[in-house]
């Protein structure tokens, strides 16, 4: 098992021909996920070469849905017309079963997130992943299925759960993973945003039901308090090991460093409280991303897991 | 990108929401000429900076750094005073809580008539991010820090959401103007002021409106007294108009010349330069160099798509800073190729004549063509494999003591 997606998912490419939606398709074919078709509106009928594999483009999701019975949707649409295809496509898979969304868009305006967040909030059946985010990733026996703009080939399947805010820090949080010899299950990379769909208490509880996952490294960054609301859930509600990184302890106040969501207002979303909630809720803290190995195997050691 | 409160009154009157009378001047005589059109008796004379706690801060003389005038923001009584005061402002150096040390020079002035104020609250408008919606926060104590209230007497604060399918709830505004104590027409006015409030930040993509205070004066009008408005910069795109009211002086030069170049990049105090890929892995690298003792120079995240052309840029960007005594590369390939990025950084380097000792760490895609390539250079660059290791070599080299 792993969360979300598997090597049977089938996978949409909103935008798939453009340049980003090629390249990435292309990659993901070539660690063998099943892409089942894109869409691009006005450009339905055409066939896209990716890697080896033909791959038919449609003009609306819903169609694309009907063909393919596609059960995820990648989003690789420019940031001004991002929100209205995550709205599309929630509306689309709410009306064909349910589905996955994730949305690697950078940049979309925060009152078009504020209005798609609330539209998939109607469509009980659909999960939206992102936006700004590496998207998410099952690592199989041979390749698996791999949902976003991640470097397949640092990946293993194991038994270690990854949730990030951060893109580059969760291969960092891969490879420390790789470097004590443990694979992973899923990864999944929930963005930098302020608005956002899916947070880190819905990754933790999906781990926690998981039987593949055993234990999960969750890395937060500065702003906002979703970390300190997922400590407290989790020393509430989780049983598996957690080990905890978060970016920006030396991050001034008041600046925005890189990602729209982080920055420090008024005092709040130090990295300091977050280590602090982490550590109240149990979890075992990394203060160096360098570090998140050799927790990750005291953890383990700790809970007989290794 | 945030705008002065001159041109948020401007932005608040054009919305339907009350503002007393002001006329925005770059000069004394300007000033002068607009305290008599204004035809008040008492004027505000207010230093129009983007920083606040504008009114409890100090102008400086910017050469002499001797003390000019204590108060950014005046209460003028005469034509003379408002000569007295605009003096004391423009050109000076404002320096208030929000400024940091070296302050902001004030360019701009706003004269505004006087207000007859029975009561001060608080009101703001932003995007609340565990709501996943707009949160309007209200209260009864105006004029004073926010957070301050928040601490002191946190049930005076009252908020209300705004739906974001249905909208702000005539209900909502209702309960709120009551919870503030207002009745009669300041209670009317103040719904109509958060309709029109909650209307402008959608239709000018706000990610902020705060007004402190707003004011019920003696005949219960409610009037924003201040307006200070943030926008949302990816938001730019649908709103062209933005840049005629962008003041640069505002904006670090260097931070905006970075962004044109794909770069993220905001300068730090510490002497290590940082030149990173990916938001997220750039704080951890100034977080991890201080945890080695080193003290971070800069943020520098080169992004997802960096060429040759912008890493020699980002190098130059870092080494503008004569703090910088040294630099750590922590790249973790994905889509970038480490192979790429050392090319870039031996050009570079070649290109600006790089003096100041250099670590790079390399992971991911084609990290050992990457360090191949720097090790094949005659480039003085130390590689290491974990960006702890990176961490520690650029302190050792750096160390003032050493």
């Known amino acids: 098992m792993s969360i979300w997606i598997n090597e049977d998912s089938k996978i949409l490419i909103q935008g798939i021909t453009g340049k980003q939606g090629t390249f990435h398709g292309t990659m993901m074919i070539e660690y063998r996920t099943n892409v089942v078709g894109g869409v691009t509106p006005g450009k339905g009928g055409q066939k896209i070469m990716l890697s080896n594999k033909e791959v038919e483009v449609y003009n609306t999701m819903s169609e694309a849905i009907g063909a393919t019975n596609a059960n995820v949707s990648l989003i690789y649409v420019p940031a001004r017309f991002a929100a209205s295809a995550i709205i599309e496509a929630a509306n689309a898979f709410q009306e064909n079963g349910g589905g996955l969304i994730v949305c690697i868009t950078e940049g979309i305006p925060i009152l078009d997130m504020v209005k798609a967040v609330a539209n998939i909030g109607k469509c009980p059946d659909v999960r939206l992943i992102g936006p700004n985010c590496p998207g998410i990733i099952t690592p199989g026996d041979d390749g698996g299925c791999k949902v976003g703009i991640m470097p397949g080939f640092i990946h293993s399947k194991g038994r270690i759960g990854i949730v990030s805010k951060s893109g580059t820090l969760t291969y960092e949080a891969v490879a420390q993973t790789m470097s004590v010899n443990e694979g992973q299950s899923t990864c999944v990379g929930i963005g930098g945003d302020p608005v956002n769909g899916t947070g880190f208490i819905d990754c933790l509880d999906a781990f926690e039901k998981d039987p593949q996952t055993e234990a999960i490294v969750m890395i937060g960054e500065i702003g906002g308090s979703a970390e300190e609301e997922a400590a407290e859930w989790a020393s509430k509600n989780m049983t598996k090991p957690i080990v905890g990184f978060v970016a920006g302890s030396t991050a001034p106040e008041g600046k925005r460093m890189g990602h729209a969501g982080a920055i420090i207002s008024g005092g709040k979303g130090t990295a300091q409280e977050k280590f602090a909630a982490f550590e109240a809720a149990g979890i075992y803290v990394a203060r160096d991303p360098s570090e998140i190995g050799n927790v990750l195997v005291k953890a383990l050691k700790d809970c007989g897991l290794r | 990108m945030n705008i002065h409160e001159y041109q948020a009154k401007a932005m608040f009157n054009d919305s339907g929401i009350k503002v007393v009378k002001g006329i925005h001047c770059l000069s004394i005589e300007t000033a002068l000429k607009a305290y008599d059109k204004l035809e008040?008796?008492?004027?505000?004379?207010?230093?129009?900076?983007?920083?606040?706690?504008?009114?409890?801060?100090?102008?400086?003389?910017?050469?002499?750094?001797?003390?000019?005038?204590?108060?950014?923001?005046?209460?003028?009584?005469?034509?003379?005073?408002?000569?007295?005061?605009?003096?004391?402002?423009?050109?000076?150096?404002?320096?208030?809580?929000?400024?940091?040390?070296?302050?902001?020079?004030?360019?701009?002035?706003?004269?505004?008539?006087?207000?007859?104020?029975?009561?001060?609250?608080?009101?703001?408008?932003?995007?609340?991010?565990?709501?996943?919606?707009?949160?309007?926060?209200?209260?009864?104590?105006?004029?004073?820090?926010?957070?301050?209230?928040?601490?002191?007497?946190?049930?005076?604060?009252?908020?209300?959401?705004?739906?974001?399918?249905?909208?702000?709830?005539?209900?909502?505004?209702?309960?709120?103007?009551?919870?503030?104590?207002?009745?009669?027409?300041?209670?009317?006015?103040?719904?109509?002021?958060?309709?029109?409030?909650?209307?402008?930040?959608?239709?000018?993509?706000?990610?902020?409106?705060?007004?402190?205070?707003?004011?019920?004066?003696?005949?219960?009008?409610?009037?924003?007294?201040?307006?200070?408005?943030?926008?949302?910069?990816?938001?730019?795109?649908?709103?062209?108009?933005?840049?005629?009211?962008?003041?640069?002086?505002?904006?670090?030069?260097?931070?905006?010349?970075?962004?044109?170049?794909?770069?993220?990049?905001?300068?730090?105090?510490?002497?290590?330069?940082?030149?990173?890929?990916?938001?997220?892995?750039?704080?951890?690298?100034?977080?991890?160099?201080?945890?080695?003792?080193?003290?971070?120079?800069?943020?520098?995240?080169?992004?997802?798509?960096?060429?040759?052309?912008?890493?020699?840029?980002?190098?130059?960007?870092?080494?503008?800073?004569?703090?910088?005594?040294?630099?750590?590369?922590?790249?973790?390939?994905?889509?970038?190729?480490?192979?790429?990025?050392?090319?870039?950084?031996?050009?570079?380097?070649?290109?600006?004549?790089?003096?100041?000792?250099?670590?790079?760490?390399?992971?991911?895609?084609?990290?050992?063509?990457?360090?191949?390539?720097?090790?094949?250079?005659?480039?003085?660059?130390?590689?290491?494999?974990?960006?702890?290791e990176g961490a520690e070599k650029i302190v050792s080299l750096t160390r003032r003591d050493k």
């Not at chain 2, 709120?176 to 909650?198: P, Q, W, Y």
């Not at chain 2, 992971?363 to 050992?368: A, K, L, Q």
């Open chain 2, 40 to 388: 008040s008796k008492v004027v505000a004379v207010k230093s129009q900076i983007h920083a606040g706690g504008r009114g409890k801060g100090n102008l400086y003389d910017p050469e002499s750094g001797n003390l000019i005038m204590e108060g950014g923001v005046k209460i003028a009584f005469s034509r003379k005073e408002v000569e007295e005061y605009s003096s004391a402002i423009i050109g000076n150096r404002l320096v208030t809580k929000q400024t940091g040390k070296e302050g902001k020079i004030v360019n701009n002035l706003y004269v505004e008539s006087g207000c007859e104020i029975d009561h001060e609250y608080y009101l703001a408008l932003l995007v609340d991010r565990e709501n996943k919606s707009i949160l309007i926060m209200a209260s009864t104590e105006g004029g004073v820090d926010i957070e301050e209230v928040a601490e002191k007497n946190p049930q005076a604060i009252h908020k209300i959401w705004a739906d974001p399918l249905e909208g702000l709830l005539e209900r909502d505004s209702i309960s709120l103007a009551t919870s503030l104590g207002l009745s009669g027409k300041s209670h009317d006015e103040m719904v109509i002021m958060l309709n029109a409030l909650h209307s402008m930040f959608l239709e000018k993509d706000c990610s902020m409106i705060e007004i402190n205070p707003l004011v019920r004066n003696k005949s219960g009008e409610m009037i924003a007294l201040d307006g200070k408005v943030s926008f949302d910069d990816s938001a730019d795109f649908r709103h062209p108009w933005r840049n005629h009211l962008r003041d640069l002086s505002e904006e670090e030069d260097v931070e905006i010349r970075a962004h044109e170049h794909g770069l993220s990049y905001v300068k730090l105090d510490g002497n290590i330069g940082c030149l990173v890929n990916g938001a997220g892995l750039a704080m951890a690298s100034m977080d991890v160099i201080k945890l080695y003792g080193g003290e971070p120079a800069n943020f520098l995240d080169i992004g997802g798509g960096a060429t040759r052309e912008s890493i020699t840029a980002a190098f130059e960007i870092i080494l503008e800073d004569k703090n910088v005594e040294g630099i750590l590369v922590n790249i973790f390939g994905g889509i970038i190729q480490c192979d790429m990025v050392a090319r870039s950084v031996i050009e570079a380097s070649k290109e600006i004549g790089l003096e100041v000792p250099l670590v790079v760490r390399f992971s991911g895609t084609n990290h050992i063509e990457g360090k191949a390539v720097l090790d094949s250079s005659n480039l003085n660059v130390h590689t290491t494999k974990t960006l702890a």
